[in-house]
C-alpha cells in the first residue's frame, strides 16, 4: 500500500506565493506520473500540472506561467509552487501519483489540502 501525505496549504494574498509539498510512502519501486489536481467548491476537480518520470511536465493554460511542479525522485516528494496567486486559485488542492512496486501498479491521492486566496 502507499500513502500520500499532503503539506504547505494555507492562506495568501492576492498576488502571493506557496508552495505544497506530497510526499508517497509505501511499497514504491518508482512513480511513474505526479499531478496535482485541484477542486473548488461546486467545481468538478481539475488538473493542474503534472510530471512524468521521462520529463513530460504539462500545466493547463489557466496556472501556466504561474504555477510549477517539480519532483525530487529519489525522496517520492513532488512540489507545486504557486506564483501570482489570485482568488479563483482558492479550492483544495491534490495530489496523485501512479505508482510502480514490485509487479503492481496503483493509482493513489492525498489527502488534499486547502488554499485560500484572499483579495
Not at 489536481?37 to 513530460?56: C, D, F, H, M, N
Not at 517520492?76 to 505508482?99: F, G, H, I, R
Request: charged fraction near 15%; proline fraction near 3%; glycine fraction near 12%.
Amino acid at each position: 500500500q502507499v500513502q500520500l501525505v499532503e503539506s504547505g496549504g494555507g492562506l495568501a494574498q492576492a498576488g502571493g506565493s506557496l508552495r505544497l509539498s506530497c510526499v508517497a510512502s509505501g511499497s514504491i519501486v518508482s512513480i511513474n506520473t505526479w499531478a496535482w489536481y485541484r477542486q473548488a467548491p461546486g467545481k468538478q476537480r481539475e488538473l493542474v500540472a503534472s510530471s512524468t518520470i521521462g520529463g513530460s511536465i504539462n500545466h493547463p493554460d489557466s496556472v501556466k506561467g504561474r504555477f510549477t511542479i517539480s519532483r525530487d525522485n529519489a525522496k517520492n516528494t513532488v512540489y507545486l509552487q504557486m506564483n501570482s496567486l489570485k482568488p479563483e486559485d482558492t479550492a483544495v488542492y491534490y495530489c496523485n501519483a501512479v505508482v510502480y512496486g514490485s509487479g503492481s501498479r496503483g493509482d493513489y491521492w492525498g489527502q488534499g489540502t486547502q488554499v485560500t486566496v484572499s483579495s
